[in-house]
């Protein structure tokens, strides 16, 4: 049982350049969540899912794309990485009502 | 509006002292749950603990309490003796029935336990 896997661990990106953050579950659940760490602002939550099929937008989803094909899988898609995306990323699942349990992070350093 | 707000930016304190995290959190839901997530220098986020709206008992689990009340919106956390290894940032969250397990996020207090 890994709970939430995600990768990679660190990313360096020139400002313009795409990639996927990968994130999967192995814990059946139902909601994922995609957040950002910036220091002082606490985590900020970008884009959500409530189940397979179903994705919105959080309070920063600006520059970012998401999709949920399976329950177990969360890609989180930067288009076209600028600075102000240098950020500590996490995922994170749960069933309704739980607690989240949180991926290890990336941190992702836009040049 | 913060939905939770950790007024407390950094704390330090000395060993052995108790210390206690504020969190005040706001919502309309009357089904809401609370929970606090603890992250240590190695990052990862620690789930502590969560609370229903519906509990209102206080709870400890060894030199960790929670005190939950709910004409004051306040969902505060206490540690007793503290110890170098309760150094970290605390963060609080809110999550309302309602909004598809949204979580809400406080801006965190770091807490220092001088040895």
């Known amino acids: 049982n890994a709970g939430v896997t995600q990768t990679p661990k660190f990313q360096v990106l020139k400002t313009g350049q795409s990639m996927t953050l990968q994130c999967a579950q192995d814990m059946n659940h139902e909601y994922m969540s995609w957040y950002r760490q910036d220091p002082g602002m606490g985590l900020r939550l970008i884009h959500y899912s409530v189940g397979a099929g179903i994705t919105d937008q959080g309070e920063v989803p600006n520059g970012y794309n998401v999709s949920r094909s399976t329950t177990e899988d969360f890609p989180l898609r930067l288009l076209s990485a600028a600075p102000s995306q240098t950020s500590v990323y996490f995922c994170a699942s749960c069933a309704q009502g739980r607690g989240y349990t949180f991926g290890s992070g990336t941190r992702l350093t836009v040049v | 509006a913060q939905k939770v707000t950790q007024a407390q930016t950094e704390i330090s304190v000395v060993e052995k002292e108790d210390v206690t995290l504020d969190c005040v959190y706001e919502?309309?839901?009357?089904?809401?749950?609370l929970f606090w997530y603890k992250q240590p220098p190695s990052g990862e986020l620690v789930f502590l603990i969560r609370r229903n709206s519906f509990d209102e008992q206080n709870e400890i689990s060894g030199r960790y309490s929670w005190n939950f009340q709910k004409s004051t919106s306040s969902f505060n956390f206490t540690i007793t003796a503290s110890q170098v290894v309760d150094s970290a940032v605390y963060f609080c969250a809110l999550s309302e029935a309602g909004t598809g397990n949204q979580f809400y996020f406080g801006t965190g207090t770091s807490l220092t336990v001088i040895p």
């Open positions: 919502t309309r839901d009357t089904t809401y749950y």
